[in-house]
């Protein structure tokens, strides 16, 4: 029979038609000549001349080649050889992905646990990069926000009265308003108070009562929407001529949020009345809903000028310049927008001139001393297109750790399905052999391995994108608190999109390339010889450690390392919340109030605080009542410089914090006094003033002598005071559990320092049982006394720790969940390799038994393997926890970064989880029957 | 057979035709419709196999007819060719047009001999 093929073959050569097409057409025609062939034999032709008849068929050489072009042209769609070469790669890449959807569907069971655990994976990095993008990357939502600059430090919330030489924190109004009119280099310059304030509101005819619902109120200078470039939604906003008069512009501009929940969102909100303390605002515009002000994190509802600032807290007057060069009011965070072409260099250069100018006038007058330390202050001038945060220097360390958490939990998983992959590669080593065989080249192969990976990767970030979203809620949930929802945008943009796609592609090639090499690295002969027959698939030449096994050491110490961390905040955690604070936590209850802000006189204030306490005394289960100005564990402090009877010179440069506290403080907060008295009644009034310090004090300044009856000079802003120490006390944590204890004291609140006096007090009440059950009486209490007053809020130490303590619980709990994530994970991975070690060591651990091997030889055999992996990893984990222990050491409490517990528990951990992830496969080994091991063979 | 190009043209217009009419009734395979091609037109028109492939495989392209390997027992595989029912429009749409355009020619070369 004549060969027809080679024929046809040439006259198809030059239409490069795909194998699959070319093999039907070649089958068609050949059967067309062989057909035409034989009717020519049976007609009587000879062979020769049948055979040449027939080729006539194809005519010339081009004839056949020319029709077939336009047809078959993109017609030329094959079915899918997997790793033949094609010219196009694009065609090539369509054809790679149907084929790994196709392969994926084929392993349901794989593709389930490898989706679940990439989008778990991907789902837990994509959450934290949200939270990280909103919390410390992303721009401010206003106009040109690259233009804008910071004079201030954006992670400043307050307002300081006295001096600091260095870096300046935030701004007095003077400054502001100097800056705003001297300098070359800003199109404009807003001030904006550094901390919203929840005050008191009413809308005017709507029948609410005044204080029923407070809202945050922001003081904003007049160019502060222009130079944001924020256009309201509604309404207008206002401009530089609320910054002319004192109290004289009663405007406000309302959140997109406070108009929807106050005013249900009413068309005609423009015009309204809105009652704020004691001040009618005219509501004038309203915000767009993305805007939360300059400060990310913190939510301000209303936006009233600057210049209403005595309205907004009474009694105070944080505006006019100081003659006191000394005690000037820094509450202002400042902003400037660039001009075109100004450069953030350039600014700086121009501001920090302009600043020593500012400084050098003020000086004016000062002793040499102070004028020396006067010109050490400095302004930063940093990049403003983030705005100011309340939230980057509590959660930015924490973000960061967790984002490195999560990637190693990534790279876990990655490891997991490495291996199994590997596996899949093993079984799939044969068709693989023969494509190579048919000529498949090997980057083609890689390039299909890796294709399947990939896409496996980019379902799998698909759907962690959707558990990202969970997730989210649930870390906002943590990070506001229990307090008021911190309103950052976590909706996801292109950041975060770019982030997830890119971390999918990634995580698909770091788990599908070394499968991917691995599997095309095959030897023809052997692997198709062996026909049928078991093979090493996760080992690789002998000599070397498997790439499995690499695998599973890596896991191992990374690990080691999560679990370790994991263990530090568990352990600083517990030392946190079990710390000592000094005073009696469990039955203390405390309240804060402002009597002045509510309208009392301030000559009305300490009989009224009396009364309450007196009140507050007579509530039956109340141990003791007393007060203070800072409270207990409230975040605030107070500090200045003093002259110690005898001693001369001003201890400027020593850290003592001091507070205001009522008659009984001591015996109310369970503070032990040790030597000496208690603040009491007889402290009240105008008389010579006592004061108790506290231990480290009496130690620091008094080392030999009896510190009673010492005379104590302090200079604050508004002069100096002097008191006579009648008590030592014992130390206690005052304004944060972290805090190392401070040389302190404390003067009678009811004897007050200064021209203004006290308003401002936190009420501590100490009961016989739980807090809880008198919190109701205590409001009455109050309601009795002050009816002014609005309903009090009180809380228990016990929820104020908890609040103190929130970030840090937040970072135990998520570490502790990826520790036990990753725990599962090295799990999963080593008793995969475990099992797949005993069904490849069948025959091995037959023929062992055969010789004799009792079972508990081959439960070693196993669990030694095992073990051994675990060794190398704890071995290789240990230095790189010691590495990265600095980094997270500044977030521990009472525990260092190298603390040898956490490491040794994390160690035997690992070790449990070695002797359980070997546990089915070495039981499988044990019950091996030597004969039908054997005939395995 | 030799094509003069008047011969050519003529068949390029009406070789869709036939082609669809041959596989109307059943499958037929590529050299199953050569042949009759031949025999019916006794020899007048012809298709050669570099020129009857491509029509056919065009024809399968733009869904006229469908071709399917179909191996009987003893011998190789052939691939056999069905119209479909676009194919089915088709192939009424050109008989209608053909009609027409065989009246019109017999109209005018009549009225030349009468």
């Given at each position: 029979m004549p060969e027809w093929k080679p024929e046809i073959l040439r006259r198809l050569a030059l239409l490069r038609l795909g194998p699959t097409r070319e093999a039907e057409i070649v089958d068609e025609l050949s059967q067309h000549l062989e057909d035409r062939y034989q009717e020519l034999l049976s007609s009587g032709q000879s062979d020769d001349a049948a055979f040449r008849t027939s080729l006539e068929e194809l005519k010339d050489e081009h004839l056949l080649a020319r029709g077939l072009e336009r047809v078959e042209q993109d017609a030329s769609r094959d079915p899918i050889v997997p790793g033949t070469a094609r010219s196009n790669a694009f065609a090539g890449l369509l054809q790679d992905i149907r084929y790994a959807f196709r392969t994926l569907r084929k392993s349901p069971g794989f593709a389930a646990v490898a989706l679940l655990t990439v989008a778990l994976g991907i789902g837990a990095n994509t959450a934290i990069?949200?939270?990280?993008?909103?919390?410390?990357?992303?721009?401010?939502?206003?106009?040109?926000?690259?233009?804008?600059?910071?004079?201030?430090?954006?992670?400043?919330?307050?307002?300081?009265?006295?001096?600091?030489?260095?870096?300046?924190?935030?701004?007095?109004?003077?400054?502001?308003?100097?800056?705003?009119?001297?300098?070359?280099?800003?199109?404009?310059?807003?001030?904006?108070?550094?901390?919203?304030?929840?005050?008191?509101?009413?809308?005017?005819?709507?029948?609410?009562?005044?204080?029923?619902?407070?809202?945050?109120?922001?003081?904003?200078?007049?160019?502060?929407?222009?130079?944001?470039?924020?256009?309201?939604?509604?309404?207008?906003?206002?401009?530089?001529?609320?910054?002319?008069?004192?109290?004289?512009?009663?405007?406000?501009?309302?959140?997109?949020?406070?108009?929807?929940?106050?005013?249900?969102?009413?068309?005609?909100?423009?015009?309204?009345?809105?009652?704020?303390?004691?001040?009618?605002?005219?509501?004038?515009?309203?915000?767009?809903?993305?805007?939360?002000?300059?400060?990310?994190?913190?939510?301000?509802?209303?936006?009233?000028?600057?210049?209403?600032?005595?309205?907004?807290?009474?009694?105070?007057?944080?505006?006019?310049?100081?003659?006191?060069?000394?005690?000037?009011?820094?509450?202002?965070?400042?902003?400037?927008r660039l001009k075109p072409g100004v450069t953030l260099a350039q600014a700086r250069a121009a501001i920090t001139v302009e600043f020593q100018q500012m400084m050098r006038a003020e000086t004016a007058g000062m002793s040499a001393h102070d004028k020396q330390r006067f010109m050490m202050q400095t302004l930063a001038v940093r990049d403003g297109s983030r705005g100011a945060s309340t939230l980057r220097a509590d959660f930015g360390k924490p973000l960061q750790i967790l984002m490195a958490v999560v990637g190693l939990i990534l790279l876990i998983a990655c490891a997991n399905i490495a291996n199994i992959l590997l596996a899949r590669a093993a079984a799939r080593q044969k068709e693989i052999a023969v494509r190579v065989a048919?000529?498949?080249?090997?980057?083609?192969?890689?390039?299909?391995?890796?294709?399947?990976?990939?896409?496996?990767?980019?379902?799998?970030?698909?759907?962690?994108?959707?558990?990202?979203?969970?997730?989210?809620?649930?870390?906002?949930?943590?990070?506001?608190?229990?307090?008021s929802q911190v309103p950052l945008n976590l909706h996801p943009n292109g950041n975060i999109l770019a982030f997830t796609l890119g971390v999918s592609v990634l995580t698909g090639i770091l788990f599908g390339l070394a499968p991917a090499l691995r599997a095309t690295r095959v030897d023809l002969n052997s692997v198709l010889k062996a026909a049928g027959r078991g093979f090493s698939g996760t080992t690789s030449r002998p000599g070397r450690m498997p790439i499995g096994k690499v695998l599973v050491v890596?896991?191992?110490?990374?690990?080691?390392?999560?679990?370790?961390?994991?263990?530090?905040?568990?352990?600083?955690?517990?030392?946190?919340?079990?710390?000592?604070?000094?005073?009696d936590r469990a039955h203390i209850v405390q309240f804060e109030t402002n009597a002045v802000t509510y309208g009392y006189q301030r000559a009305d204030v300490i009989p009224l605080y009396s009364q309450i306490l007196e009140r507050l005394r007579a509530i039956p289960g109340v141990r003791g009542a007393s007060l203070s100005d800072n409270g207990l564990l409230s975040g605030t402090?107070?500090?200045?410089?003093?002259?110690?009877?005898?001693?001369?010179?001003?201890?400027?440069?020593?850290?003592?914090?001091?507070?205001?506290?009522?008659?009984?403080?001591?015996?109310?907060?369970?503070?032990?006094?040790?030597?000496?008295?208690?603040?009491?009644?007889?402290?009240?009034?105008n008389g010579q003033r006592s004061g108790v310090i506290n231990e480290t004090f009496a130690r620091k300044f008094f080392s030999h002598a009896n510190p009673i009856g010492q005379r104590v000079t302090v200079r604050d802003s508004d002069g100096s005071f002097d008191f006579v120490i009648v008590g030592v006390a014992a130390d206690s944590k005052h304004a944060s559990v972290r805090e190392n204890p401070f040389p302190r004291f404390y003067t009678p609140f009811f004897n007050p320092v200064g021209k203004t006096g006290p308003t401002y007090a936190t009420f501590i009440v100490r009961t016989f049982g739980?807090?809880?059950?008198?919190?109701?009486?205590?409001?009455?209490?109050?309601?009795?006394?002050?009816?002014?007053?609005?309903?009090?809020?009180?809380?228990?130490?016990?929820?104020?720790?908890?609040?103190?303590?929130?970030?840090?619980?937040?970072?135990?709990?998520?570490?502790?969940?990826?520790?036990?994530?990753?725990?599962?994970?090295?799990?999963?991975?080593?008793?995969?390799?475990?099992?797949?070690?005993?069904?490849?060591?069948?025959?091995?651990?037959?023929?062992?038994?055969?010789?004799?091997?009792?079972?508990?030889?081959?439960?070693?055999?196993?669990?030694?393997?095992?073990?051994?992996?675990?060794?190398?990893?704890?071995?290789?984990?240990?230095?790189?926890?010691?590495?990265?222990?600095?980094?997270?050491?500044?977030?521990?409490?009472?525990?260092?970064?190298?603390?040898?517990?956490?490491?040794?528990?994390?160690?035997?951990?690992?070790?449990?989880?070695?002797?359980?992830?070997?546990?089915?496969?070495?039981?499988?080994?044990?019950?091996?029957?030597?004969?039908?091991?054997?005939?395995y063979e | 057979?030799?094509?003069?190009?008047?011969?050519?043209?003529?068949?390029?217009?009406?070789?869709?035709?036939?082609?669809?009419?041959?596989?109307?009734?059943?499958?037929?395979?590529?050299?199953?419709?050569?042949?009759?091609?031949?025999?019916?037109?006794?020899?007048?028109?012809?298709?050669?196999?570099?020129?009857?492939?491509?029509?056919?495989?065009?024809?399968?392209?733009?869904?006229?007819?469908?071709?399917?390997?179909?191996?009987?027992?003893?011998?190789?595989?052939?691939?056999?060719?069905?119209?479909?029912?676009?194919?089915?429009?088709?192939?009424?749409?050109?008989?209608?047009?053909?009609?027409?355009?065989?009246?019109?020619?017999?109209r005018i070369t009549e009225a030349e001999n009468a």
């Open positions: 990069f949200t939270v990280i993008d909103s919390v410390l990357l992303k721009a401010l939502p206003v106009d040109h926000p690259e233009q804008l600059v910071l004079l201030t430090n954006p992670d400043e919330q307050s307002r300081a009265i006295g001096f600091n030489d260095g870096v300046r924190d935030l701004l007095t109004y003077p400054e502001f308003q100097d800056i705003a009119q001297n300098n070359g280099v800003f199109s404009g310059v807003l001030a904006a108070s550094s901390y919203t304030s929840s005050i008191p509101t009413a809308i005017d005819g709507s029948g609410e009562s005044m204080g029923a619902a407070s809202a945050e109120v922001a003081l904003v200078s007049g160019s502060y929407f222009s130079v944001l470039g924020v256009d309201p939604i509604l309404g207008r906003t206002f401009g530089t001529e609320v910054d002319k008069l004192r109290d004289a512009n009663p405007v406000a501009v309302i959140s997109y949020g406070f108009w929807h929940t106050r005013f249900a969102g009413a068309r005609d909100v423009i015009g309204r009345k809105l009652r704020v303390l004691r001040t009618t605002y005219t509501v004038v515009g309203v915000t767009p809903p993305q805007f939360h002000g300059e400060t990310v994190g913190a939510n301000p509802e209303v936006f009233v000028p600057l210049s209403m600032q005595t309205e907004i807290s009474p009694g105070r007057d944080y505006l006019s310049p100081e003659t006191n060069h000394f005690s000037k009011t820094e509450w202002l965070q400042v902003i400037g048919l000529g498949a080249a090997r980057v083609r192969l890689v390039r299909q391995m890796l294709t399947e990976s990939v896409l496996l990767a980019a379902i799998g970030g698909a759907i962690g994108l959707l558990f990202a979203t969970w997730a989210e809620v649930a870390l906002l949930r943590m990070v506001s608190a229990g307090s890596a896991q191992v110490a990374l690990s080691l390392l999560l679990l370790v961390v994991a263990g530090l905040f568990v352990r600083s955690f517990r030392n946190l919340s079990r710390t000592n604070l000094g005073y402090d107070s500090q200045d410089p003093f002259t110690l009877e005898g001693q001369g010179k001003a201890r400027d440069d020593e850290e003592v914090r001091y507070d205001w506290v009522g008659p009984g403080f001591f015996g109310a907060s369970g503070i032990p006094i040790l030597e000496g008295r208690d603040i009491g009644p007889q402290d009240s009034g739980s807090p809880d059950g008198v919190t109701s009486s205590i409001r009455a209490a109050v309601k009795g006394v002050a009816a002014n007053l609005p309903p009090i809020t009180t809380e228990t130490m016990n929820q104020q720790l908890a609040d103190s303590l929130a970030t840090d619980r937040m970072i135990t709990e998520l570490s502790g969940a990826f520790g036990a994530l990753a725990v599962i994970l090295v799990c999963i991975g080593l008793y995969g390799i475990m099992a797949y070690a005993v069904s490849s060591r069948t025959s091995e651990i037959g023929s062992r038994m055969a010789l004799g091997a009792q079972r508990q030889n081959v439960l070693w055999l196993i669990l030694r393997e095992s073990l051994l992996l675990v060794c190398v990893g704890v071995l290789i984990g240990v230095p790189v926890v010691f590495a990265v222990g600095k980094w997270i050491s500044s977030l521990l409490f009472g525990v260092t970064a190298a603390d040898p517990l956490a490491i040794a528990l994390a160690a035997v951990l690992m070790f449990l989880v070695g002797i359980v992830a070997c546990y089915v496969p070495a039981r499988r080994a044990m019950r091996v029957d030597p004969i039908v091991a054997l005939r | 057979m030799d094509t003069t190009p008047l011969r050519t043209e003529w068949k390029k217009g009406s070789a869709e035709m036939l082609i669809l009419s041959l596989v109307e009734a059943r499958p037929r395979h590529g050299y199953e419709i050569s042949k009759l091609i031949e025999q019916r037109s006794e020899g007048a028109v012809r298709f050669y196999v570099a020129s009857l492939y491509p029509l056919l495989y065009r024809l399968e392209k733009r869904g006229w007819i469908h071709g399917r390997w179909v191996e009987k027992s003893g011998q190789r595989r052939r691939r056999y060719y069905r119209v479909t029912s676009q194919g089915r429009k088709v192939l009424a749409s050109q008989r209608r047009g053909w009609q027409v355009f065989v009246n019109a020619i017999n």
